[in-house]
């Protein structure tokens, strides 16, 4: 069996992998200038907190608070250890919770069409008195 999107996915990789030269290109002509790295990773810090914290804040919110406290932390993880472990913990446990929110939903869907399939059955019996 052939896969149709393998195609795709060398293409993203070839993609990716220019995008990362680039950046470790331009992230080490930032490191050699000193002032310039200090006043780089001060930006980074502040908008990626920023935006963690924006993305915290929606989070009861309709909409993609989620979504935005991922992306605040991505760009934490570029400069920060910390930050791609925390990434990659938030990573599994939202791996987990939808695995087992999906178990559940399938299980009461079971349950449900057990429960409909019962209740069919016991109107189509014909009354015994």
């Known amino acids: 069996m052939v896969d149709p999107y393998a ?6 990789h070839r993609f990716s992998r220019k995008i990362a030269s680039f950046m470790e290109r331009w992230r080490g002509m930032i490191r050699r200038r000193p002032w310039l790295n200090t006043v780089y990773k001060v930006l980074v810090t502040t908008l990626g907190v920023l935006i963690v914290i924006i993305g915290l804040i ?4 309709p909409g993609p608070g989620w979504l935005i406290v991922f992306i605040g932390l991505t760009l934490l993880g570029t400069e920060y250890h910390w930050a791609r472990r925390l990434l990659g913990w938030l990573r599994k446990v939202l791996a987990r919770f939808w ?3 999906n178990m559940w939903r399938a299980a009461r869907k079971e349950r449900r069409a ?3 399939a019962a209740r069919g059955k016991a109107s189509d019996d014909p009354d015994p008195s």
């Open 99 to 101: 695995e087992r929110w």
């Open 114 to 116: 057990e429960r409909d």
């Open 7 to 12: 195609d795709d996915a060398e293409r993203a």
């Open 58 to 61: 929606l989070v009861p919110l």
